[in-house]
């Protein structure tokens, strides 16, 4: 996933929202209005976005909607594949993700 998408993802986290994408389109919900040079960055690489981003189904395994993207640009389920360490993570959808050594002591 490229540093653009890390940091759409990382700023709309800052403003409790989140983007969707539906088919060829994306959606933005949030409480708060966001920054225009935000929004203007978003539809820039707005074809990037959807495809790129995390699966917006449930984990086809476990029904859960936690999914973490690695170091090696794959989506994975943290339910079913929780990360051995933090160091395999790149970003994180669900924030009570846990890495298993952080379990394990």
Do not use: F
């Amino acid at each position: 996933m490229s540093e653009a998408i890390l940091d759409i993802l990382d700023k709309l986290k800052k403003y409790n929202a989140k983007i969707e994408t539906r088919g060829s389109k994306l959606k933005i919900v949030s409480k708060k209005e966001l920054p225009q040079p935000l929004l203007k960055r978003i539809k820039q690489i707005k074809s990037e976005l959807i495809a790129k981003l995390p699966p917006q189904e449930p984990c086809y395994a476990c029904g859960d909607y936690n999914w973490w993207l690695s170091i090696h640009n794959v989506w994975v389920c943290g339910t079913c594949h929780p990360p051995a360490c933090k160091g395999l993570v790149k970003y994180a959808i669900s924030k009570d993700l846990k890495c298993l050594d952080e379990v394990m002591h």
